[in-house]
């Protein structure tokens, strides 16, 4: 019998789960829980439909391990027992076919907004000033830190109990663990600011307390920027230190993304540079110079669209896993459509939306609402208006946060 091709073949992490291929489906924040914060049986459905279309690796979108601090007034947030039964039938339609589902667990630091609180906690009082969502954050005391530690610990052992095959930490696109990472955003003077030593030092305590409740066969990832792409903040250089610290403590996967709330590279950088159009995925530059350091399996999620391209890159050993998101809500059956067309390319969506500098907002909104079509299993509606998207989201947040 010949070998499958690349995207197909399967994956032993080095804590020896082994995941049936190398297609990921990206964590992709649901905003599908009810007024106490657990699962619905819309995200129940939502994962049901995503498990039984060849997926090998599916990760959750943010699940908070705090509710005063959430990214959105509808996130999933794990503190106690009480969701866990929702959280169970969840994780049994996500986990349907050998599929492997793993929750993304995070908290929002300054960047939960005004909607979740008007209090929110961060490394420094360091505000971000976008779109008059988010309040002036204050600086965390070492109690507060600690307890963020503490919380991240528990979130994930309720989370491995409630049947997820494995967990990923949050620790990019500006969320507080990323907010520890930035120079920007971190002026600390204690042992969390200053080196990177110390800017790492809450997330890598995380993860070697992680090792030891979820033991050695379970596997634990990281999602990390490549930079922030902000003058001043987190940068290649720093990331392939913590990258160097994560291989010590052994974790399983590396996601590599890029930026914040303030740049949001993950999403837009696609529009931008003609290198990296052509290349399709960005981030792949830094993949390289990781490859050159450091044994960590590596997924890279951005802009991946083509099936040749996914194979070429998976052949070339220059990734393990491929990351997708935008694509799961672009064909309605990805990646079952994405092998079987003839041409095993997805498109993008095309929307015309004027304003520069909501144009990230719109499209998260957009895709907000293809993301509830599934979960109500209606299909996608390609012609939904940004415009009329971005008030659906602005609404749904304030009624779900406020009333
Ligand atoms: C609607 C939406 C929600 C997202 N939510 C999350 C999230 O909860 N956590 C996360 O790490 N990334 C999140 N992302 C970023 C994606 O995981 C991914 O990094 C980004 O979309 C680039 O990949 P793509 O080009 O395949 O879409 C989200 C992206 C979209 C479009």
Redesign the pocket.
């Known amino acids: 019998m010949s070998e499958p091709i690349p995207i197909l073949q399967e994956f032993t992490l080095p804590c020896g789960a082994v995941l049936k291929n190398r297609i990921c489906k990206?964590?992709?924040?649901?905003r599908l829980a009810d007024k106490n914060q657990h699962a619905t049986s819309e995200l129940i459905h939502l994962y049901d439909h995503w498990a039984s279309n060849g997926t090998g690796l599916l990760?959750?979108?943010?699940i908070h391990i705090d509710k005063r601090y959430k990214?959105a007034s509808a996130n999933v947030v794990v503190e106690d027992e009480s969701g866990l039964s929702m959280l169970s039938k969840m994780t049994e339609a996500g986990t349907q076919q050998n599929t492997h589902f793993w929750a993304?667990i995070?908290h929002g630091g300054r960047q939960s907004n005004i909607f979740s609180t008007f209090k929110p906690i961060a490394p420094s009082a360091v505000q971000l000033k976008r779109l008059m969502l988010f309040a002036k954050p204050k600086a965390m005391s070492i109690e507060q830190i600690k307890d963020v530690e503490d919380r991240f610990v528990n979130t994930a052992i309720l989370c491995k109990k409630a049947g997820f095959t494995g967990v990923q930490v949050?620790s990019?696109?500006g969320y507080l663990l990323s907010q520890f990472l930035s120079p920007r955003t971190n002026l600390r003077q204690d042992e969390y600011g200053g080196s990177i030593e110390n800017r790492s030092r809450l997330l890598t305590d995380i993860v070697i307390r992680l090792r030891k409740e979820l033991g050695a066969d379970y596997p634990i990832s990281v999602?990390i920027n490549s930079a922030d792409f902000q003058r001043g903040g987190f940068n290649e250089e720093d990331s392939l230190i913590v990258i160097k610290k994560l291989e010590k403590l052994g974790i399983d996967l590396l996601?590599i993304?890029g930026g914040t709330y303030e740049n949001v590279t993950?999403?837009t950088e696609?529009y931008k540079k003609e290198s990296t159009r052509k290349r399709e995925a960005y981030f792949l530059d830094f993949a390289r110079k990781i490859r050159k350091r450091s044994t960590i399996p590596l997924m890279i999620?951005?802009?991946?669209?083509s099936l040749v391209f996914c194979n070429e890159v998976l052949s070339n050993k220059e990734l393990d896993i491929i990351?997708?998101?935008?694509?799961y809500?672009n064909q309605m059956d990805f990646p079952k459509e994405f092998l079987s067309t003839s041409d095993n390319r997805v498109p993008d969506a095309k929307f015309n939306f004027k304003i520069n500098a909501l144009r990230d907002f719109a499209?998260?909104a957009y895709?907000?609402y293809q993301?509830h079509q599934i979960a109500k299993g209606k299909p996608f509606n390609f012609k939904y208006n940004p415009y009329l998207a971005v008030l659906r989201m602005t609404k749904n947040e304030m009624v779900k946060g406020w009333f």
């Open positions: 990206a964590a992709m924040t649901e990760i959750s979108g943010n990214e993304q995070s949050h990019a696109h999602k996601e993304s993950f999403l696609r999620t951005g802009g991946f669209r990351g997708f998101a935008r694509p809500l499209e998260a895709y907000d993301i």
